[in-house]
Antibody, heavy 120, light 110 residues
Framework: QVQLQESGPGLVKPSETLSLTCTVSGGSISSGGYYWSWIRQHPGKGLEWIGYIYYSGSTYYNPSLRSRLTISLDTSENQFSLKLSSVTAADTAVYYC????????????WGQGTLVTVSS | QSALTQPASVSGSPGQSITISCTGTSSDVGVYNYVSWYQQHPGKAPKLMIYEVSNRPSGVSNRFSGSKSGNTASLTISGLQPEDEADYYCSSYTSSTTHVFGGGTKLTVL
């Protein structure tokens, strides 16, 4: 059973960089066949696709976030990470990591989500 | 990229059927069958209910079904049960090699 778990600071100051890590257990992110994704949900709002990464290192980003966004892999730790720079209050959200097959059969495994608040 | 359009809310009584629509464009829903649906209970992560327009993952009740016509996808829940009360989101792949979600629909079981 694949499990994903987000970790990182719950509070980030405006203009700083938001950094989150997703630890995957029950499967290897190096085995291929899946995109390892970040999705966020603003308080009381809908879901927003942030981007994803393949085990080869190829990344695909939401154009609205691309200039501030980096998604990376750490295969030795079976983790992938999100860095979002120059954050504002508009980046306050619950951040989820999730897995989707490369044949795009939906996000089938999700982390529990972590709330990140941007505030001074 | 604009969000897919879903009704803000729908409701139904136990045992009834409801349908939630998800309208996109010829750059996403209209051209790809990579449409999926998610159920989200308060404070929980979304759960995949339908993928590739009409396929159900293992373990999802056959009361949930999906379809698509043109730029609009639909999720139908038959035999409504109290535990179906939740928020529902659609998602589609797009021609820009990105993904877009709908704004979400709150289902109330009366």
């Amino acid at each position: 059973q694949v499990q994903l778990q987000e970790s990182g600071p719950g509070l980030v100051k405006p203009s700083e960089t938001l950094s989150l890590t997703c630890t995957v257990s029950g499967g290897s992110i190096s085995s291929g066949g899946y995109y390892w994704s970040w999705i966020r949900q603003h308080p009381g709002k809908g879901l927003e696709w942030i981007g994803y990464i393949y085990y080869s290192g190829s990344t695909y980003y939401n154009p609205s976030l691309r200039s501030r966004l980096t998604i990376s892999l750490d295969t030795s730790e079976n983790q992938f990470s999100l860095k979002l720079s120059s954050v504002t209050a508009a980046d306050t959200a619950v951040y989820y990591c999730a897995r989707v097959a490369t044949i795009l059969t939906g996000w089938d495994y999700w982390g529990q989500g972590t709330l990140v608040t941007v505030s001074s | 990229q604009s969000a897919l359009t879903q009704p803000a809310s729908v409701s139904g009584s136990p045992g009834q059927s409801i349908t939630i629509s998800c309208t996109g464009t010829s750059s996403d829903v209209g051209v790809y069958n990579y449409v999926s649906w998610y159920q989200q209970h308060p404070g929980k992560a979304p759960k995949l209910m339908i993928y590739e327009v009409s396929n159900r993952p293992s373990g999802v009740s056959n009361r949930f079904s999906g379809s698509k016509s043109g730029n609009t996808a639909s999720l139908t829940i038959s035999g409504l049960q109290p535990e179906d009360e939740a928020d529902y989101y659609c998602s589609s792949y797009t021609s820009s090699t990105t993904h877009v979600f709908g704004g979400g629909t709150k289902l109330t079981v009366l």
